[in-house]
Nanobody, 125 residues
Framework: QVQLVESGGGLVQPGGSLKLSCAAS????????IGWLRQAPGKERQAIAC????????YYINAVKGRFTISRDIAKNEMYLQMNSLNAEDTAVYYC??????????????????WGQGTQVTVSS
């Protein structure tokens, strides 16, 4: 049974940082494209970062490029999202997920199949 479990969300002030983690079981993350997605209230779910299984390239949507970093630990079968310089627009539920190829944005989000339960990130003073 495939299970992805996110952790690390919470309340942070604007300009602050958080690191999200995703622990996988029943699946080898090294065999898949992995990604982080988010869904803000009233908005579509968006894929915001991914690591491609084909070339290990890292891809980001423009809104998070330069502030967020996706990574993985193959030995631990975990993936991470380091988020810096957070602002109110980053407030959302964040999900880790797997896919056969990278996709970005709301259209790209449809490529992802296995999902975690999500972790809330709230950026507020």
């Amino acid at each position: 049974q495939v299970q992805l479990v996110e952790s690390g969300g919470g309340l942070v002030q604007p300009g602050g940082s958080l690191k999200l983690s995703c622990a996988a079981s029943g699946i080898n993350l090294d065999d898949y494209t992995i990604g982080w997605l988010r869904q803000a209230p009233g908005k579509e779910r968006q894929a915001i970062a991914c690591i491609s299984s084909s070339d290990s390239g890292k891809y980001y949507i423009n809104a998070v490029k330069g502030r967020f970093t996706i990574s993985r630990d193959i030995a631990k079968n975990e993936m991470y999202l380091q988020m810096n310089s957070l602002n109110a627009e980053d407030t959302a539920v964040y999900y880790c997920a797997t896919a056969n190829r990278c996709g970005m944005g709301s259209v790209g989000a449809k490529l992802y199949d296995h999902w975690g339960q999500g972790t809330q990130v709230t950026v507020s003073s």
